[in-house]
């Protein structure tokens, strides 16, 4: 499904991502940790072509991003097949909950208004928002925009979802909600790659965790290797060896 092979990236002459490796297989849930810096957002930002990478290839679903970074057929084409959840949300400000989730509906896909209707209602029941579908987004505690970013990256039903940070902000009860939504689609075939710092939804969600430090993956494993001893852990962690 996605395959990362030897990338490097930079930004201004300063390495962020340096021979970065791996793969994640159809079905999976793919937790990516790491320190803050480490290249994390930047990893998701390859997947759906924003970036290219300098060295190296990205292949997701059978297409290289790299070669086609300047073919918006194909990249279109790949993006409608992926949901995104932006870290900081990334809603439209002006527009209310409701239509900044059928916004990628609106924009991809040919739906008659009451089957948008019906798939927008079902997605802000998912994550409890069912009641403030007229708000715009500067109503909105940063929970919920995180909720309605959530909302907006499954309505399409894309095969495979990008997670930056999904429980980040949220307290406990919504974070262990949303946990169990990720779980839930895995369980229905969807690919995620969920990008967190939290533990807690790791440990809930995760078929493979990787550490990124220093530009690659130090280390990677099941749900086992967060109570392992790997240097990278620890560091990971804040309980270094
Ligand atoms: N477009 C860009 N231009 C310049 N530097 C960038 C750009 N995007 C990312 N960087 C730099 O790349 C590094 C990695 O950033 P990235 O956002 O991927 O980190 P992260 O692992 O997601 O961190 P966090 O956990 O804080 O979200 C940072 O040093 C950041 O400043
Ligand atoms: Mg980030």
Redesign the pocket.
Known sequence: MIEFKDVFQS??G?P?LRGLSFNVKDGECFVLM??????????LLHIVGVYKARRGEVVVQGVDVGKNIDNPDVLVGLRRKIGLVF?GGALVNWLNVYDNVALPLREALELEENEIESRVNDALEKVLLSNDSEKLPSELSGGMRKRVALARALVTRPPLILY??PTAGLDPAMSAQIARLIVDFSQHGVTSVV?T?DVDCARRVASRIAI?SKGKIQVEGDKSLLDGNHPSVLEFLGHPA
């Open positions: 930004f201004g300063r962020v790491g320190p803050s810096g480490s290249g994390k957002s930047t990893t870290q930056d940070e990008v710092h990124l």
